[in-house]
Every structure is written in C-alpha cells, then in structure tokens.
C-alpha cells in the first residue's frame, strides 16, 4: 500500500529562521512528488512539483528535493516570514490520484 | 483568472435530502477529481475523470455519484446523505497527464455537515 508520512505535525519557529519540513513516501516507483500549502478557510495551492526524473525543483524562498532511493523529500524554507504559517502537505502522485500525506501545520513568530 | 470553483461553499442539510456541490473549471482541463479531507484521515479520493464521459471510483466512492456531462464541469451527488459524509470537500483539474505528470488545481472547499 502506497503511503505518505509527515513528520513533525507541528512546528512552530521565530521570524526569519530557515527551515525543513520532511515528507517520506513508501513507492520507490513514484511519478512525482507535490507540495502544497493549505490556509484555514482555502482551499490546497501547489507549490512545487518534482518530477520523479528531476532531484529538485525551486520556487522564490522555497527548494523542494526528492531522493527516491530513500523514499523522502524536504521541503526547504529560506528566511521565513509570518505570512508562511500553514499546513503544508506533501503529495505523491500516482496514475490517478495523489496520495497524500497528514501534513505539517506551521506556524512563524514574528 | 484561471481558477477552479465551487458551489456552495458551506452547506447544512439533514440525512436523506439529496444534494449537489458544483465544481467548474475555466483551464480546458481534461482531468478532474474529488477528494473529502476528514481529521486523521487526510484527503481521500472520491471520483475522477479523465476526460468527458469517463469518471471511475476513487478509494472511497460509496454514497456518491458524479457525471461529467461538459469538460469544464464536474458536479458531486449525495442522493441521500448521511452524518458520516460530514467533511470538507475539494475538487481539483489539470491537463491530461492528470496526478502522474502535473501540477493540480484545487477549489477552495466546500464544508457539508449533513445533521
């Protein structure tokens, strides 16, 4: 069974620190992996897509790995600002759907 | 704006008195799908559609129907709805190649809380 796991569930951090959310996935066989970014009362807005041939992908202050021989990818916050708080999940995707992980639910101090 | 709607957004309906939540894409996109997010369970895929006149089950379909009559349309059907579909629900398009090649668009959600 294809699963998708999310560690922490929760993280909480000060204004203007880098930082890493962790995204492990359990098909080595995986298409691609997404990121997304949830808001209270909005709906999902992808972030980044990684294809299952590429090791990275780039967004402003955002950078998205995949190593699919572990089975995990990171996604990568440069100094992160109050507006970041969010759930970010992580989703694989598969030939018709993605599976998706718990997310992680961020939230930046000022 | 390219964007993905829905219709309602919220909705408070009782057990049995059968409803739909529109879902309408302006993008040309082929795919379209349904997914429900419930607490500790995550998002679950309900129904997609590959194209129109083609939709098949996701992993939890029983209790819903849908159609895709037009391309850009993609209504979700509760013809008698029960207290365990209480959830918010999305639904999201993209070009062909669908969750195996690219990047999918959500609406912003629809809460139903059936009583």
């Known amino acids: 069974k294809q699963e998708v796991t999310q560690i922490p569930a929760a993280l909480s951090v000060p204004e203007g620190e880098n930082l890493v959310l962790n995204c492990s996935f359990t098909d080595s066989a995986i298409y691609n992996l997404q990121w997304f970014r949830q808001d209270p009362g909005k709906g999902l807005t992808s972030l980044l897509l990684?294809?299952?041939s590429q090791r990275e992908q780039t967004s402003g202050r955002l950078n998205a790995s995949l190593d699919k021989s572990s089975g995990r990818s990171t996604l990568y916050i440069a100094a992160s600002q109050p507006g970041d708080s969010a759930t970010y999940l992580c989703?694989?995707?598969?030939?018709?759907?993605?599976?998706w992980g718990a997310g992680t639910k961020l939230i930046i101090k000022p | 704006e390219a964007q993905v709607t829905q219709n309602p957004r919220y909705l408070i309906t009782v057990t049995g008195k059968k409803l739909t939540v529109t879902c309408s894409q302006n993008?040309?996109?082929?795919?379209m799908s349904w997914y429900r997010q419930d607490p500790g369970l995550g998002l679950r895929q309900i129904y997609y559609?590959?194209?129109?006149?083609?939709?098949d089950k996701g992993d939890v379909p029983e209790g819903y129907k849908v159609s895709r009559k037009e391309k850009r349309n993609f209504p979700l059907i509760l013809e008698s709805p029960s207290p365990n579909q209480t959830s918010l629900y999305f639904c999201?398009?993209?070009?062909?190649?669908?969750?195996?090649?690219?990047?999918?668009?959500f609406g912003p959600g629809t809460r139903l809380t059936v009583l």
């Open positions: 559609s590959m194209n129109v006149e083609v939709t």
């Open positions: 993008m040309n996109h082929e795919y």
């Open positions: 990684i294809q299952s």
């Open positions: 989703a694989m995707g598969s030939n018709y759907q993605l599976i």
């Open positions: 999201a398009s993209s070009r062909a190649g669908g969750p195996r090649t690219d990047t999918q668009y």
